[in-house]
């Protein structure tokens, strides 16, 4: 089993920044693609940012620029930087991981990120 938790979201103006952290406990080995997803009120989950355990990294095409994925492997914990803001960020941000060899992924509980104009 592995938990994931993230933490970091808040209530900031447009234009600002903040930092989700997620951290990994439990059976943690072979953890590979770990991910940033979002869901806005009314609006389906879509996938911000993710990050394999070599490093190679993808953004969707409204953050790109503006939000940097990050993880620590050491500390089993994945990061995401937003910066510049808008409205339209705004959501539950969602922590994601999988595993090789099994045939399922895991999912933290959520956090809050509410952009005001």
């Known amino acids: 089993q592995v938990q994931l938790v993230e933490s970091g979201g808040g209530l900031v103006q447009a234009g600002g920044s903040l930092r989700l952290s997620c951290t990994a406990s439990?059976?943690?080995?072979?953890?590979?693609?770990m991910g940033w997803y979002r869901q806005a009120p009314g609006k389906q989950r879509e996938l911000v940012a993710r990050?394999?355990?070599?490093?190679?990294?993808y953004y969707a095409d409204s953050v790109k620029g503006r939000f940097t994925i990050s993880r620590d492997n050491a500390k089993n914990t994945m990061y995401l930087q937003m910066s510049s803001l808008r409205p339209e960020d705004t959501g539950v941000y969602y922590c994601?991981?999988?595993?090789?060899?099994?045939?399922?992924?895991?999912w933290g509980q959520g956090t809050q990120v509410t952009v005001s104009s």
């Open positions: 990050i394999t355990n070599g490093g190679n990294i």
């Open positions: 439990g059976s943690i080995f072979r953890i590979n693609v």
């Open positions: 994601n991981a999988d595993r090789l060899g099994v045939g399922h992924d895991y």
